[in-house]
């Protein structure tokens, strides 16, 4: 058994269970019982809390932690540093991690990918809008929960923005499939790029089901992630989009200059795909090309530079026929073998040869001024016009009433401003002096996406805000008591869930300010008689709940109370009290933690709670488990022993306790029952 599991650190959070362990640190679920809530404890292990290292990266994680406040981003509660293991007390998030989820589909499909893909990203952005970049993006620090939403945490190598970089050796080993490039060199700077290209790793590992790079020990894995070209997404997956392939690959480029330079540049890419999937954005194709080198200009002369926008279909499929015509003719003479010299029939000397070359470039010179006065006509002259203004012209209208100009539709976009069919946007500009018979390039309004409204009831307000920005809607905020949902989480919305909206609607959140109760503060009656303590507890406006316990105090005197002063309670609220007792101090061989249920906990009733050792009663309390979710019963006695739990005179387990080795064990479980 865990040496902390039962312990109560600073008088207020008790230590439940260990639900992780990790290379410097463990994991427990616990209870804040001034907050009444449920909360994360990172504590440091034994072998570490001596280690500088492990400390600087400790105190590291919770200065990141404290610094950001953000719906994705896990909470920090407390930092207790001052003691010999120190310990980080945050926000508990229900849920499995995004590496587990991998595991378990295989292969996100491409929506869920790109969803959790803004999400995380979003996070990122907060972090590193507050000059903090996490050095450690991989899915399992990322924790998805039942509603789909994520929360990133371990922030133990984050660094500020003005912190000096640190090498490999300063991070987790076990990291290394995520880490960027220049991570892996350890030289260079490493800054907001480098979350972006493990956010890539993670979107390449989402859409195909594997890694990037894989090799028999991790410093192999680093060597690739300099050297190596990872395959493209849709080479392992070809059912992935366009559009997010090419913000996969984007993301993962070797040069940190050709990424994503911010986080608000990515984000914009992944809502534009899912605003729309069969977008195009044109950076497979054009990184293919400048890894090749010497293809790299004439992709730029087919391709008239990558556009932002346009679906596969408008371009006639990525690269074109012609284009994969030219790939497959131009690889076809780099595989095959070279020619055969011809023997030769004359002799050919060097004067004819450079004549020959010399009349060739005249004659190609010629062809080529000949053919660029034909197309350009430099000597005709062009009558110039002001670019006409389009925007917020009907496309059909802008279209008959400007025969001088060419107008094209480059994209048809969601547009909450601009009703269907009308443009929105144009380039070149109106006003600009132009020749006439140029194409003006236009965006046209579909008009505003129709949306279903998500269920946001008893959810984080903040999350909701973020879900509701994500998909375009506005919202504004209103307040209003509930007797059953917490303060700070939502009551309702108009519209409510499944109601049709559309983007840029507002949305009314209502948040939860509490029950509306008056609330009074806890009375510390600590060490009081349990007479005085009832009264003063009566004359502001709470209750007593008492149990006794044997004690080395005086008896009748309060040896402890929950909740703690200076906690503040409603008004009708319970304070339960234990008191000493008269009867004599056991000595405690074993203490045996009792758990209580769920529909114990939310049944709001008390309950007597009596434990027997082979037969003999050993303890009776009177327990409310809204409030207190385990109880700990110190029994005494030798060798192997029966305890049976009792619940209201009821059998509720039965546990075989070994004395000698301070272990147990349960022999039956009726707890289903209550």
């Known amino acids: 058994m865990d040496n902390f599991v039962g312990k109560m650190l600073e008088g207020r959070y008790l230590v439940e269970e260990l639900i992780g362990v990790g290379g410097m640190a463990n994991v427990y679920r616990g209870y804040d019982t001034v907050e009444r809530r449920t909360v994360a404890i990172k504590m440091l292990r034994d072998e ?12 590291n994680e919770s200065k990141a932690i404290y610094s950001l406040n953000h719906p994705n981003i896990v909470k920090l509660y407390d930092v207790l540093l001052d003691r010999r293991n120190p310990v980080i007390v945050m926000e508990y998030v229900e849920g499995s991690t995004l590496k587990d989820y991998i595991s378990q589909r295989g292969v996100v499909s491409p929506s869920v990918a790109a969803s959790l893909a803004i999400q995380l990203v979003l996070a990122l952005r907060h972090a590193h809008d507050n000059g ?31 912190s000096h970089t640190r090498t490999m050796t300063d991070r987790a080993i076990g990291s290394v499939h995520y880490i960027s490039p220049e991570q892996a ?18 979107l390449f590992e989402m859409l195909t089901g594997r890694l990037p790079f894989e090799a028999d020990s991790p410093v192999g894995v680093a060597i690739k992630q300099i050297e190596a070209r990872a395959l493209r997404p849709q080479e392992i997956n070809p059912a992935i989009p366009d559009g997010l392939e090419d913000i996969t690959v984007k993301a993962m480029c070797k040069d940190p200059d050709r990424r994503y330079q911010t986080a608000g540049e990515m984000l914009r890419d992944l809502e534009q795909f899912i605003q729309n999937p069969n977008v195009y954005f044109g950076y497979t194709e054009l990184e293919t090309a400048m890894e090749r080198g010497s293809d790299v200009q004439r992709f730029l002369d087919d391709n008239s530079a990558p556009p ?20 497959r003719h131009q690889e076809e003479e780099e595989d095959s073998p070279p020619p055969r010299k011809k023997k030769k029939r004359r002799r050919i000397t060097y004067l004819t040869v450079l004549f020959g070359i010399t009349c060739a470039f005249v004659v190609g010179t010629l062809i080529f001024i000949g053919m660029m006065l034909h197309i350009n006509k430099p000597f005709e002259k062009v009558p110039e016009d002001d670019c006409p203004q389009l925007v917020g012209q009907d496309l059909e209208t802008a279209q008959k009433s400007n025969k001088k100009f060419v107008i094209e539709v480059e994209s048809q976009e969601f547009n909450n401003q601009y009703p269907t069919g009308v443009i929105f946007e144009q380039t ?25 409204m998500p269920d946001c009831i008893d959810q984080e307000a903040a999350l909701v805000y973020a879900k509701l920005t994500g998909m375009g809607l506005d919202y504004v905020v ?27 609607d507002v949305v009314t959140v209502f948040v939860s ?15 009081w008689d349990i007479s005085i303590a009832q009264d003063t507890l009566a004359a502001a406006g709470l209750k007593a709940s008492i149990k006794y316990e044997a004690s080395t105090m005086d008896p009748g005197m309060v040896i402890n109370q929950n909740p703690k002063s200076p906690a503040r309670l409603d008004v009708g609220s319970t304070v339960y009290l234990t008191v ?27 309950y007597q709670i009596s434990v027997t050792v082979d037969g003999s009663n050993a303890y009776t309390a009177i327990i409310d488990p809204a409030e207190q979710r385990a109880v700990t019963v110190p029994l005494s006695g030798e060798g192997l022993s029966v305890a049976d739990v009792y619940v209201d005179g009821h059998l509720y387990q039965s546990i075989r306790i070994n004395f000698e080795e301070g272990t147990s064990s349960i022999m039956a479980d009726n707890s289903g029952e209550f």
């Open 308 to 327: 932002r926008r346009g679906s596969r279909e408008e371009r006639g499929g990525r690269g074109g026929k012609n284009a994969a015509s030219r790939r």
């Open 513 to 527: 300010t509490g029950t509306g109760k008056a609330k009074v503060a806890v009375p510390d009656v600590m060490t």
């Open 48 to 59: 570490c809390a001596g280690n500088e290292e492990y400390l600087r990266r400790f105190r």
């Open 185 to 202: 060199r350890g030289e260079g700077e490493v800054d907001q790029r480098t979350d972006l290209y493990s956010t890539g790793v993670i």
């Open 428 to 452: 070149p500009t109106s006003g600009k002096r132009v020749k006439e018979g140029i194409t003006i390039k236009v965006k046209v309004s579909t008009g505003n996406q129709e949306l279903t």
């Open 580 to 606: 000493a007792s008269d009867d004599v101090v056991p000595t405690a061989d074993y203490k045996l933690r009792v758990f209580f249920t769920e529909k114990m906990q939310s049944s709001g009733e008390t």
């Open 132 to 162: 903090i970049v996490h050095r450690d993006v991989k899915p399992q620090n990322i924790i998805i929960k039942d509603d789909g939403s994520i929360k990133v945490m371990d922030f133990g190598i984050a660094q500020f923005s003005t």
């Open 478 to 504: 209103s307040e209003e008591t509930s007797p059953t949902i917490k303060e700070g989480n939502v009551t309702q919305t108009i519209p409510g869930m499944n109601e049709k909206v559309y983007s840029g």
